[in-house]
């Protein structure tokens, strides 16, 4: 039995756990995303980023899609702030657009991105569902959708090997933002029931790391009575 969730704050919207989150290595983690994004096709150029933080996956994603451009929303302006100073830095300012935005309320039309892609968002929702929904909403008939995050673990002991793992380098109140979100993720049942409950397969979502899981569908694939 995994243990029991516990919420954190839904917005990191205070400059330092901006400040704090940015500076945290999340490289490996922002290669792999990218990695698996495209290995899977991108089926257009446009790309909505849900919660995408201080804008290092879309970034990321840029650099290596010459023709890619990506609507990077998040809730939390102090977030958006930072992703604002690091695009402007990378000179991505022309294919990357910045938006303040509520996930459970997305102000696009429906089936106006190709892809759309969210990594390590969920946990922060207490419930993830009409997030979720606003996203298969928002994405064109046979456009791609990659959602990861993180998932919780079965024990104590489990959590405090993957915070000394993962973020054992990192400075303590960055440790503490790591165990607390490894607290508030999602198990893999949980999330294949919700996937589910939108007419997915439930296999869709897979464990694609010791940490994470990845649901990965195009519309259209929902499951047909």
Same mark, same amino acid.
Not at 58 to 79: K, S
Not at 138 to 147: D, H, N, R
């Given at each position: ?5 516990? @919420?954190?704050?839904?917005?990191? #919207? /205070?400059? +330092? ?6 500076? %945290? ?10 990695d698996d994004l495209l290995a899977a096709g991108l089926p257009g150029n446009d790309v909505l980023d849900l919660g995408t933080g201080t804008a290092r996956i879309p970034m990321e994603l840029c650099r290596r ?9 998040? !809730?939390? $302006? !102090? %977030?958006?702030?930072? =992703?604002?100073?690091?695009?402007? =830095?990378? +000179? ?10 509520? $996930? ?24 993830? &569902?009409?997030? &979720? =929904?606003?996203?298969?909403?928002? *994405?064109?008939? $046979? $456009?791609?959708?990659?959602?990861? #995050? @993180?998932?919780?673990?079965? *024990? ?7 915070? +000394? ?24 049942? +949980?999330?294949? #029931? %919700? ?11 897979? %464990? ?8 990965? !569908?195009?519309?259209? /694939?929902?499951?047909?009575?």
């Amino acid at each position: 039995m995994s243990l029991v969730r516990v @919420l954190e704050n839904e917005v990191m #919207d /205070s400059l +330092e756990e901006a400040t704090t989150y940015d500076e %945290m290595d999340h490289s490996t983690v922002n290669t792999r995303f990218v990695d698996d994004l495209l290995a899977a096709g991108l089926p257009g150029n446009d790309v909505l980023d849900l919660g995408t933080g201080t804008a290092r996956i879309p970034m990321e994603l840029c650099r290596r899609h010459a023709d890619c451009r990506v609507m990077a929303v998040d !809730a939390a $302006g !102090a %977030m958006l702030d930072q =992703a604002y100073y690091n695009i402007s =830095a990378a +000179e991505l300012t022309g294919r990357i657009q910045l938006a303040q935005a509520d $996930g459970r309320k997305l102000p696009y039309a429906d089936g106006l991105f190709h892809a759309v892609i969210c990594n390590t968002i969920v946990h922060h929702i207490a419930d993830p &569902l009409p997030v &979720l =929904a606003e996203a298969v909403r928002v *994405t064109a008939p $046979g $456009g791609l959708l990659m959602i990861r #995050d @993180l998932t919780r673990p079965d *024990t104590e002991e489990q959590l405090a090997t993957l915070v +000394e793992q993962y973020a054992g380098q990192e400075a303590p109140y960055a440790k503490q933002m790591f165990g607390d979100s490894l607290r508030a993720a999602f198990t893999l049942a +949980e999330i294949r #029931d %919700m996937v589910a409950s939108l007419g997915f397969p439930p296999d869709t979502v897979t %464990m694609t790391s010791d940490r994470h899981w990845t649901w990965l !569908a195009r519309k259209g /694939s929902e499951t047909r009575e």
